[in-house]
T-cell receptor
Framework: DAGVIQSPRHEVTEMGQEVTLRCKPISGHDYLFWYRQTMMRGLELLIY????????DSGMPEDRFSAKMPNASFSTLKIQPSEPRDSAVYFC??????????????FGQGTRLTVV | AQSVTQLDSQVPVFEEAPVELRCNYSSSVSVYLFWYVQYPNQGLQLLLKYLSGSTLVESINGFEAEFNKSQTSFHLRKPSVHISDTAEYFCAVTPRGFQKLVFGTGTRLLVSP
């Protein structure tokens, strides 16, 4: 397996624009997570899904952020409108907890977002 | 809820010296514990994990960590570090059987010649 795949790796956008980050989890994993990493706040869990259903979105900073998982192999994190304080590295991770099989979270390479 | 404390934000050390990165956690339920490593401009990679069984767990590159339930700690150690170990190390916890990782703030290990 190629691991968790995120795109794009880098994104530079202007304030006010819509930004969409994409993630393809490891095949067979039933959990998907979105994290944000900044110098000030470290690694924050934004939202996670189980079997494509959002379970906990309490970490989503505000209504400008939304996440979807239309199927088991794809998820998006959207910011609309974007602001400079959204600049960060966004990580997607996936894991499995099906029956007696439990795996740790595997992380993608991240998307470095810069909002100017 | 769970929380993780990594008191050392940065640990400088000379090559071939021993190192210990400290991690303490808080939880009212049993937990799984992890150490992840992040190299510059990379994602997080699992270094080692404690799920159950032996409280001493080891990685393939010489790191080890010991789960101490009474002290709620999971410190990471290596007897002799290499330049290539320079990275940021994150301790994480999740309730046993669950999948909601909570991370510490990270410790930057700086290995110099």
């Amino acid at each position: 397996d190629a691991g968790v795949i995120q795109s794009p790796r880098h994104e530079v956008t202007e304030m006010g624009q819509e930004v969409t980050l994409r993630c393809k989890p490891i095949s067979g994993h039933d959990y998907l997570f979105w994290y944000r990493q900044t110098m000030m706040r470290g690694l924050e869990l934004l939202i996670y899904f189980n079997n494509n259903v959002p379970i906990d979105d309490s970490g989503m900073p505000e209504d400008r952020f939304s996440a979807k998982m239309p199927n088991a192999s794809f998820s998006t994190l959207k910011i609309q409108p974007s602001e400079p304080r959204d600049s960060a590295v966004y990580f997607c991770a996936s894991s499995s907890s099906t029956g007696r099989i439990w795996t740790e979270a595997f992380f993608g390479q991240g998307t470095r977002l810069t909002v100017v | 809820a769970q929380s993780v404390t990594q008191l050392d934000s940065q640990v400088p050390v000379f090559e071939e010296a021993p190192v210990e990165l400290r991690c303490n956690y808080s939880s009212s339920v049993s937990v799984y514990l992890f150490w992840y490593v992040q190299y510059p401009n990379q994602g997080l990679q699992l270094l080692l994990k404690y799920l159950s069984g032996s409280t001493l767990v080891e990685s393939i590159n010489g790191f080890e960590a010991e789960f101490n339930k009474s002290q709620t700690s999971f410190h990471l150690r290596k007897p002799s570090v290499h330049i290539s170990d320079t990275a940021e190390y994150f301790c994480a916890v999740t309730p046993r059987g669950f999948q909601k990782l909570v991370f510490g703030t990270g410790t930057r290990l700086l290995v110099s010649p």
